[in-house]
Nanobody, 123 residues
Framework: QVQLVESGGGLVQPGGSLRLSCAISGSIFSSNVMGWYRWYRQVPGKERELVAAISRDSRTTYADSVKGRFTISRDNAKNTVYLEMNSLRAEDTAVYYC??????????????WGQGTQVTVSS
């Protein structure tokens, strides 16, 4: 069973940095490729928010609230996506979720979510 597994969350002081990683877990064929990866975040009582996204050829997009502070990147050979978070603020506190599209052919894909990793920014 294919899953996305996040790591790297934790507690950090305001102004600090964290790097989240998200890798595929489970068996996939070498012909299967990940398309878009996305990072979302969610706080209790609020809707899940898109933070950043990256295409297979590394085109990126960011939420206005994180532009200039967060950087999304990917390693296609490792089927892994990263979120480098700098200058963290208390309002960045949330559960961060990885999301991705796995292509089994040019026209067939499934969308997968990770289980989430907690990021807490507090002094």
């Amino acid at each position: 069973q294919v899953q996305l597994v996040e790591s790297g969350g934790g507690l950090v002081q305001p102004g600090g940095s964290l790097r989240l990683s998200c890798a595929i877990s489970g068996s996939i064929f070498s012909s299967n490729v990940m398309g878009w990866y996305r990072w979302y975040r969610q706080v209790p009582g609020k809707e899940r928010e898109l933070v950043a996204a990256i295409s297979r050829d590394s085109r990126t997009t960011y939420a206005d609230s994180v532009k200039g502070r967060f950087t999304i990147s990917r390693d296609n050979a490792k089927n892994t996506v990263y979120l480098e978070m700098n200058s963290l603020r208390a309002e960045d506190t949330a559960v961060y979720y990885c999301n991705g599209d796995l292509y089994f052919s040019s026209s067939r894909s499934n969308n997968y979510w990770g289980q989430g990793t907690q990021v807490t920014v507090s002094s």
